[in-house]
């Protein structure tokens, strides 16, 4: 299938809304599960500071729940276009987009919520 069929389909955008915000809250949950995980295992002294600040660790902190929804996401996507189900797979295809872009602006979202 190329571009032009793709772009041609029919969208659905009460299920890209739906899914864009249900999906938006678990990246909210899961970052503030790996809070609470991250803040189980090492507590709030030096130690943790110390870990917090390793490379790999503000990493998997950061863009691991991103992650997380977006392979979530591109199972979806590929599933659907391997049955057949373009509409679905375009609709997955621009949810994972919307919530790419929201997770790119999260910084600029906290500083106008705080």
Known sequence: MNLQKLTKLKTEYKSIAIKSILLCVILILLFIIEFFVFW???GEGA???R???IWYVEIILDYLPI???GGYLMSQIFSN?????YTESKTNI?????????FFMRN???QLIF
Request: no cysteine.
């Open 51 to 53: 870990i917090s600040e």
């Open 108 to 110: 600029e979202i906290q």
């Open 40 to 42: 189980g295992f090492y």
């Open 47 to 49: 130690t943790a500071s």
């Open 67 to 69: 992650f997380i929804i």
């Open 81 to 85: 276009f391997n049955e057949q189900k």
């Open 94 to 102: 621009i949810t994972l987009v919307i919530l790419i872009v929201v």
